[in-house]
């Protein structure tokens, strides 16, 4: 344990998929994992196997495809929860068993049931069991930060003394202040016996907006693990950024002195794949990966910049591998060059997956005059990144105006067999949607509809995100085309692919 360096643990896969709405499949968590190797964290959360046999069957394929980084799997504790966990793992180069217990009174009490007796017995008994398995076992103190000072020291004592070779101290509800959260560390630090043989961790929800600065007051006092989420995402308001945990600890090493393992080139790129991904945008003014986290308009910023760019910038975009929007590619782009700015956005495509880019680039290309990175980054989304249809748009038209009755002509194979009809609508995205409604005999709940233009310019690519819902599933897609009514019919199919999905992998769990 090298203590000048900050150990960074990536939960995007299982906590920050517990956010709504930013669910992945199988094929989405696997490329996301890579790239989160790819970007140097330390640990990947790959998921909760014993939630559900899909979370099982995710954790495992991660497992197989992570080179570098450690993967860990979240357990209950229980014996039933870590035997699961590590079956799941256990492929990986360097597994990881996270076992958490509540320790709250209000946790203890309501959800639990249990006395400090019990709760002190399990989380032995969790973490030597663990220890059955591998010698990299985590313990999380769920709910730490409300949690009784004396006794949380006991929980951790036991803790090291069963094996586990790091302790989480999470602020699960995002409850605590910068200079409390400090205070527990330093607590810990002081009351626990071999605290310094083990790793002190720390895991911040952003219910109050505190998660980085209590995650960085905590580092300050001593802790060497953060537990982060790319953009931010997570349960309710969140979880700690990593993009702005890591470069708060870069741009003041003067302050905190501490290296990361993270590449920084690759920390945009990362973002911009999960929101691609999960079809939620960036919004503009996000700290470090927002798109007006480097725009200047007030004059003096502008004269300022123009002398000096430290006057009103503390970090670049190219540290943090932000590509600028120049035309990139075109029609008469060969694959040496969609491969290289492929690379450069941190994609490693197989030969086959990079043929159908460039097919597609050739396709754009005829429709739009300039092609930007975020058009190839779609692209590739649309073209490689996506599930299996079973569900797919083969035609379509669309008539409307203020003089004539919105109607959508489609034609769509479904299951291996086309089918082609008309239907009508008060708008052009209306009809579009119910002559995909009686195509696949369905009519979910349109709960969500958002358009946003990919990059500037009347020929931009749209890119349409929509949620639906039918019954108890709900699902996430999006489409991306220049024609705006063709990127909303991608999308609300892209949707319902993954409803199929889910009702598939449901119907295999039952069998």
């Keep these: 344990m090298d203590q000048n360096t900050v150990y960074i643990f ?283 986290a480097f725009a200047h308009e007030a004059g003096i910023h502008q004269h300022g910049m123009l002398k000096n760019k430290q006057t009103y910038e503390i970090m670049t975009p190219e540290s943090i591998g932000r590509p600028s929007s120049e035309m990139v590619l075109g029609k008469h782009s060969g694959r040496h060059a969609c491969q290289r700015r492929l690379e450069e956005l941190g994609y490693r495509l197989e030969r086959e997956q990079l043929d159908q880019v460039v097919e597609a680039v050739k396709t754009l290309a005829d429709k739009k005059k300039q092609i930007f990175v975020e058009d190839l980054e779609a692209l590739v989304l649309e073209e490689v990144y996506r599930i299996p249809d079973k569900y797919k748009l083969l035609y379509l038209s669309s008539l409307s105006g203020n003089m004539a009755i919105p109607t959508a002509t489609l034609k769509m194979l479904v299951e291996d067999e086309e089918v082609q009809l008309a239907e009508f609508g008060v708008g052009p995205v209306d009809s579009v949607f119910n002559a995909i409604c009686r195509i696949v005999g369905k009519c979910p709940t349109l709960q969500k509809f958002s358009v946003t233009a990919i990059t500037g310019g009347t020929d931009a690519q749209g890119e349409v995100t929509v949620r639906i819902q039918e019954g108890e599933w709900t699902a996430i897609g999006r489409g991306a085309d220049p024609d705006i009514i063709v990127a909303s019919a991608k999308a609300y199919i892209n949707a319902l692919n993954r409803l199929a999905k889910k009702e598939e992998e449901k119907i295999c769990a039952r069998i």
Excluded at 130 to 157: H, K, M
Excluded at 206 to 214: P, Q, Y
Excluded at 250 to 267: A, C, F, P, S, Y
């Design 10 to 292: 990536d939960t995007t896969l299982r906590d920050g998929e517990q956010s709504p709405g930013a669910s992945m499949n199988m094929q989405e968590k696997r490329r996301l994992a890579r790239q989160l190797d790819a970007l140097g964290v330390d640990v990947i959360e790959a998921g909760f196997p014993a939630s559900s046999q899909g979370d099982f069957e995710s954790v495992r394929e991660i497992a197989k495809v992570v080179e570098t980084s450690q993967v860990a799997a979240l357990a209950r504790a229980s014996k039933a929860d870590i035997d699961r966990a590590w079956e799941a793992v256990q492929d990986a180069a360097q597994p990881r068993i996270h076992t958490f217990l509540a320790t709250s009174d209000i946790h203890m009490q309501y959800k639990l049931g249990l006395n400090r007796d019990q709760v002190l017995a399990l989380v032995d008994e969790s973490v030597r069991r663990a220890r059955t398995y591998t010698e990299n076992v985590e313990f999380s103190a769920e709910d730490a930060s409300r949690s009784d000072w004396d006794f949380l020291t006991q929980i951790v004592q036991t803790a090291v003394e069963a094996g586990a070779k790091t302790i989480n101290i999470p602020d699960t509800v995002g409850y605590t202040q910068p200079e409390e959260y400090a205070s527990l560390i330093r607590h810990l630090k002081q009351t626990v016996t071999n605290i310094d043989q083990v790793v002190l961790s720390v895991h911040c929800h952003n219910d109050l907006g505190l998660a980085t600065a209590n995650t960085l007051a905590a580092v300050r006092a001593g802790a060497r693990q953060v537990e982060v989420t790319l953009n931010g995402i997570g349960e309710r308001a969140g979880n700690a950024a990593l993009e702005e945990v890591v470069m708060a600890l870069e741009v003041r090493k003067d302050l905190h002195g501490l290296e990361t393992n993270i590449v920084m080139e690759q920390i945009y790129p990362t973002c911009r794949l999960l929101s691609l991904i999960i079809g939620q945008p960036i919004p503009a003014y996000k700290a470090v990966i927002g798109g007006n």
